[in-house]
């Protein structure tokens, strides 16, 4: 299994940015793609984005298009969420996933690797 730290939450002000970054460790040799979800209070975990080893297929959540975007450094086993134009529904903890089963251009299939989660705030 691979392991996953997520860092770079915080408090930011509506319109504000945030890069997130999830340090994968362990199985780090296999090629796999990674995700990012979130969960609000009271709310179920919910899809955000997700990059295929290669870096080629990009796959984004309606609600993020546009001003996120999931990048990733191989050589560093780092995957990157940079946040642009938050706003407050975007307030949740943010979680990391690896291993993915399946990803293309209109579906990301979630692998059993989860990091810890960070928390994003923000603030109207």
């Known amino acids: 299994q691979v392991q996953l730290v997520e860092s770079g939450g915080g408090l930011v002000q509506a319109g504000g940015s945030l890069r997130l970054s999830c340090a994968a460790s362990?199985?780090?040799?296999?090629?796999?793609?990674m995700g990012w979800f979130r969960q609000a209070p009271g709310k179920e975990r919910e899809f955000v984005a997700a990059?295929?080893?290669?870096?080629?297929?990009?796959y984004y959540a309606d609600s993020v298009k546009g001003r996120f975007t999931i990048s990733r450094d191989n050589a560093k086993s780092t995957v990157y969420l940079q946040m642009n134009s938050l706003k407050p529904e975007d307030t949740a903890v943010y979680y990391c996933?690896?291993?993915?089963?399946?990803?293309?251009?209109?579906?990301?299939?979630?692998?059993?690797?989860w990091g810890q989660g960070t928390q994003v705030t923000v603030s109207s």
């Open positions: 990059i295929s080893w290669s870096g080629g297929t990009r």
């Open positions: 362990g199985r780090t040799s296999r090629t796999y793609s």
């Open positions: 996933n690896a291993e993915g089963t399946y990803l293309s251009a209109t579906y990301y299939s979630p692998g059993g690797s």
